[in-house]
């Protein structure tokens, strides 16, 4: 499944990034300590958080993350939101709450990586 | 004893911090933090001092007091400035920081980290993940730093990301703070109100910069009789007529405009 059609199935809006929509999505990893997606992602994965700050972009990048998911329709700062564009990272953002959002990826069979 | 007032911007980064400004050398910082007025600053980096002493010799000739210290990421992803009045304290402290930070930095993605001499040469690259979080507790990190007699104060209360409020919504009951900063225009009051733990410590304003336009831009204005991290805390505690003047006080030019008899 690519990140387009997860943002598609589950009304996503793209944020930015859109370059990347046709990408292979591997699983996804839901967490809001940089620290632990940084030892705990895997490339590929769709990246579930609440965090909307400028270093959320930069750890995607090092773990060449498939995008970034922000819950609660929140909006990402406008530096991330620039670095997200420069990098070609997608942004893709939901109003549901991390709960709701990561059971409906489960439900579309994303898997988290274990 | 004489009492002075004292403009102090205690957060400032140099070009060490990966998401700092190349630009912010020692003598730039200096000369900006001057040109502001401000009669003390200190030099903030995350978990990391490799600078603080270029900074300090930076502005021997100048009047201005450089207070070497440190940003420190707790595991919780909390920033803790530390303020010491000697580098030398500051580099036991990054000794504790360094044996509980893991991974290297990845400059493309989080920024360089240049280590510089006074005047600015490039010395090293440090490669340590500097934006990372360290292994240390938050209390483990305010205890050393108060063990060290450093001033603890918690970053940037009023911005979610990396700051105690956003990210435990609360402030353990026996954390030894010395003071809550606001980096943004928000009042005490205001924090207190949305998190009444925080009605419990003084508040300092400072500007965080990570670029030389914003060194100075938010100040806070000690009463102290010298610029020291014990008189800071003594201003902080309402202690023997110290004070906290907090907010952006413009002093005046002479030292006698200055001057206030305690």
């Known amino acids: ?114 | 004893m004489t009492l002075a007032l004292f403009k102090a911007d205690l957060h400032i980064h140099t070009c060490l911090s990966p998401c700092a400004d190349l630009s912010m050398g020692p003598r730039t910082i200096v000369d900006k933090a001057a040109w502001e007025g401000l009669d003390v600053i200190g030099v903030s980096d995350h978990n990391s001092c490799e600078n603080a002493l270029a900074v300090v010799q930076a502005a021997r000739q100048k009047n201005l007091r450089v207070l070497p210290g440190m940003e420190v990421t707790s595991r919780e992803e909390v920033h803790i400035l530390a303020i010491f009045d000697h580098v030398e304290q500051a580099l036991w402290l990054q000794e504790v920081v360094y044996d509980h930070l893991h991974g290297e930095n990845d400059a493309e993605a989080f920024g360089l980290q240049a280590v510089v001499n006074e005047d600015h040469d490039v010395v090293a690259f440090n490669n340590r993940l500097l934006a990372g979080a360290t292994e240390l507790s938050i209390e483990q990190v305010v205890d050393s730093i108060r063990d060290l007699d450093g001033l603890a104060i918690a970053s940037h209360v009023d911005r979610e990301a990396f700051g105690i409020i956003g990210q435990l919504g609360f402030i353990p009951a026996q954390l030894r703070l010395d003071a809550l900063e606001l980096v943004g225009n928000t009042c005490p009051e205001q924090v207190s109100r949305r998190s009444p733990p925080c009605a419990r410590f003084p508040f300092v304003r400072s500007s965080d910069a990570h670029s030389v336009e914003d060194i100075g831009k938010v100040s806070t204005s000690f009463l102290l009789v010298e610029p020291t991290t014990a008189e800071i805390r003594k201003a902080l505690r309402g202690q023997e007529g110290r004070r906290v003047l907090l907010g952006d006080i413009t002093v005046g030019g002479s030292v006698a405009e200055k001057q206030v008899v305690g």
């Open chain 1, 1 to 114: 499944m690519t990140v387009g059609e997860v943002a598609e199935m589950l009304g996503l809006e793209v944020l930015t990034g859109s370059e990347g929509l046709e990408r292979e999505i591997t699983g996804g990893y839901a967490s809001d300590l940089l620290s632990d997606v940084l030892a705990h992602s895997q490339a590929g994965n769709l990246w579930v958080t609440l965090q909307t700050h400028r270093n959320v972009i930069a750890v995607a990048t090092l773990k060449d993350l498939a995008a970034v998911v922000l819950v609660n329709g929140r909006a990402p700062d406008a530096e991330a939101l620039a670095a997200a564009r420069q990098e070609k990272v997608p942004v893709l953002g939901s109003q549901l709450p991390a709960f709701e959002l990561v059971g409906r990826l489960y439900q579309m069979g994303i898997r988290g990586t274990s």
